[in-house]
């Protein structure tokens, strides 16, 4: 089996352990990335197949679109403030204190309006996005409104990013399900989290960020031994 196929069938085992905690009347947050997508699939099987009750709230149009496919009952903000569990990858899982990076999938504003919204956020990776410390691995995702970009990247450079290059696709500048722009960051580390999130959030133009503080409830890793659980 090739690596790529390991890692697909890992992100599977968390996501289909994690669609276990779903009760019928549950109003759910569903992720984006290929991992979501995987929970998102294992949750269909369920509405399909055993007459799961539930509503759920997509984090991108690609998420909505699978769910809706796949004939599971949507909602919304004008219906819930408030959401059962929430369910969605990352890019990065800090081993320790189980603070994230997301956004890679260039979801994070709705993935972090929809975790903010949820009692429990549960979080399903493959062993490889565990980290020891936040930015080793990936970059740091910032959503920015697309109006005077280019300042706003100056500005994240000087909170320490190597580069905060917006992000492109085939040659053209990737646009969020929200019309703004992500840029990238790289930093050579991140040792204080939440210091750096207000930094870049006190910058105008900036929508927010993929750090995701303070907002998990578990982990679940998927690796060769299974499938293990992580609490903060
Ligand atoms: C999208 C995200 C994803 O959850 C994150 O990028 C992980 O993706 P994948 O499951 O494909 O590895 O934050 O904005």
Redesign the pocket.
Known sequence: MSDEKDVARL?EEAARRAVTYVEDGMIVGL??????RFMIAALGERVKNEGLRIEAIATSEASDVQARELGIPMTDFAAHSVFDIGI????EVERGTLELV???????LR?KIVASACRRFVVIVDESKLVDRLGTHAPLPVEVVPWGWERAARLLAETGAQAAKPRMVRDKLFVTDNSNLILDCHYPGIDDPAALSRAILAITGVVDH?LFLGMTSEVLVAGTGGVQRLVP
């Open positions: 992100k992720g984006t990335g290929s991992t979501a969605d990858g990352a890019d997301k956004g890679l999938g260039g979801a994070l993935e993929g």
